[in-house]
């Protein structure tokens, strides 16, 4: 009789789960289509439903529920919040880990969307050791020939490419998390700007007094008004792209008021040189559009300004 009642127990249980899973995975596929749809918010929606589902059948930290928090670094990935992105993403990459064999593919997935997040950091060293991490998981399983191993070839190259292209001439390394960044003061912040450029090696527009005119790369970058450095000095997307790569743009901050970027950032490109882009916060795209002039914010007006001079001169667009 015991035998018996456990045994309708376990058969009710096991309907229970299947009846769970079968609705996660419709999260999943919904997720999924509205990711490829753009609908990004709705998108994470469904895999945070799929994800508490699975958190509540799973142990801790199982690889059976790392698919939704890949598909969730994804969808912030899609939305540029690379911090978030991140966190996800090698949460997931840490359970699929632990799967083993079986989970190989998905592995390499997390890999693979960990090196891109870096690539749009601008971090092209970090993006290329994640990047190969993928590549040799996928040679293994797919073999060389198949269309998603040519696929991570091709963006690995690309990478490379980019990376050789923006490096600087001396070879100094140091990597500002968003804490740092975000933790200066505007200038001090503008001013490790024009240190590290100027350790670098690059140069911004000035006299030259053996030419006796202006020139392009002729000054070492230093900080007069603070509000006017970034968007006045700062004309060459090498320099723009080390900077990336060493964390002081593109990175939690907006270099047009000062303020963290909260949200999703929004991307100034100058309209002369689309090489030369770098994320912006929300209101100043919104000034810059003329759609609301935020009287309130002291530290965005001379920011806006700039901006709208800069907008003129240069045909900048924002997108
Ligand atoms: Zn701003």
Redesign the pocket.
Known sequence: MDTFDNQEEFNADVSIVDVLLDLAKQYSVDGLRNLNRKNYDIALECFEAELRIKESLYKKDSPYSAAPYCKIGIAYYELRNYNKALDYLNKALVMFKMGGEVFLSQVAVSYNYIGCVYDKLGNSDKALEYLNEALEILKSVDGENHPTTQQILQTINRVKQESNYSKPKKDMKKFYSAEEVNSMSYREWMETIAKELNAAGFKGDGYSSVERRFMKNVAPYEVGNVSDFFMGAINDANAMNYLKSIGLVNNGR?P??G?PIKGTPSQFTDGMNPNLNFY??N??RKEGQGISVNHNSNS?CL?FFVFVIAGIVLGSLII
């Open positions: 907006c047009m008021c303020s912006i916060c209101s100043c965005g920011g």
